[in-house]
């Protein structure tokens, strides 16, 4: 498999993140995938943003489920730019997209675009949470999955293997030989996040993994030689 380097939120390290803009300028600087992350409104939108809150990125305040899109769209999300929706950027770029989804519910909306677009090809879905990566394995035949984790026990392989990923994300800070070796000898691939310093790339060359999310354009770059 190539190593990938994907875009996480865009690039949030230099343009406001999960915003238009920074998938643009992910996409410009080359990475190989985008990541972004679905919430849904009130009014059941696919909003993209990281937290189930508006206060830390945009200038209002309140849980994303309890407003309307046209409630969002009146934020401003980061130099201007407002929160879009993943119809949006799937219009806005061309790039491969991997989707976090927050829960089962946004599983559900989400198969709903993917069958209707056709997006398997394109879209490869994430989720911190077992139900919601086997919600949309069952409701999308042909998605590609990946189960994340911060924290994880020995069970890690077993379970992405048991809601049917054919990847694993795992923080860059805790992942170990032995995990990476195991989810490999299981036909698993393993993405580490979030790699944005050399000392970073330099492991992700020691765990031979297959892929790294990261906030910075110039880690593509360097990571062509390090990783």
Same mark, same amino acid.
């Given at each position: 498999?190539?190593?990938?380097?994907?875009?996480?939120?865009?690039?949030? $390290?230099?343009?406001? +993140?999960?915003?238009? =803009?920074?998938?643009?300028?992910?996409? %410009?600087?080359?990475?190989?995938?985008?990541?972004?992350?679905?919430?849904?409104?009130?009014?059941?939108?696919?909003?993209?943003?990281?937290?189930?809150?508006?206060? =830390?990125?945009? #200038?209002?305040? !309140?849980?994303?489920?309890?407003?309307?899109?046209?409630?969002?769209? %009146?934020?401003?999300?980061?130099?201007?730019?407002? &929160?879009? &929706?993943?119809?949006?950027?799937?219009?806005?770029?061309?790039?491969?997209? %991997?989707? +976090?989804?927050?829960?089962?519910?946004?599983?559900?909306?989400?198969?709903?675009?993917?069958?209707?677009?056709?997006?398997?090809? =394109?879209? +490869?879905?994430?989720?911190?949470? #077992?139900?919601?990566?086997? +919600?949309?394995?069952?409701?999308? @035949?042909?998605?590609?999955?990946?189960?994340?984790?911060?924290? *994880?026990?020995?069970?890690?392989?077993?379970? !992405?293997?048991?809601? /049917?990923?054919?990847?694993?994300?795992?923080?860059?800070?805790?992942?170990?030989?032995?995990?990476?070796?195991?989810?490999?000898?299981?036909?698993?691939?393993?993405? /580490? *996040?979030?790699?944005?310093?050399? #000392?970073?790339?330099?492991?992700?060359?020691?765990?031979?993994?297959?892929?790294?999310?990261? #906030?910075? @354009?110039?880690?593509?770059?360097? $990571?062509?030689?390090?990783?």
């Amino acid at each position: 498999m190539t190593f990938l380097t994907i875009g996480h939120r865009g690039v949030m $390290g230099v343009e406001p +993140e999960n915003t238009l =803009r920074s998938f643009v300028r992910a996409e %410009q600087s080359g990475m190989d995938a985008i990541e972004l992350d679905l919430h849904l409104s009130k009014d059941g939108a696919l909003a993209v943003m990281h937290d189930a809150d508006v206060d =830390r990125t945009t #200038d209002g305040k !309140g849980p994303i489920a309890e407003m309307t899109l046209a409630e969002l769209r %009146q934020l401003d999300a980061g130099g201007g730019e407002r &929160v879009p &929706v993943f119809e949006e950027v799937l219009d806005a770029v061309r790039s491969p997209l %991997q989707a +976090e989804i927050k829960d089962v519910a946004a599983a559900r909306a989400l198969a709903d675009v993917m069958r209707r677009r056709d997006l398997v090809p =394109r879209v +490869e879905v994430s989720s911190f949470h #077992d139900d919601a990566i086997a +919600e949309i394995s069952a409701l999308v @035949p042909g998605v590609r999955t990946v189960l994340i984790a911060s924290r *994880w026990g020995a069970d890690i392989v077993d379970r !992405g293997k048991a809601v /049917g990923a054919r990847c694993l994300a795992l923080n860059i800070r805790r992942l170990t030989l032995e995990t990476v070796e195991h989810a490999h000898a299981e036909g698993l691939r393993v993405i /580490g *996040w979030v790699v944005n310093t050399q #000392d970073h790339l330099r492991l992700v060359r020691a765990l031979e993994l297959d892929g790294a999310t990261t #906030d910075y @354009p110039e880690i593509r770059r360097t $990571g062509r030689f390090t990783a």
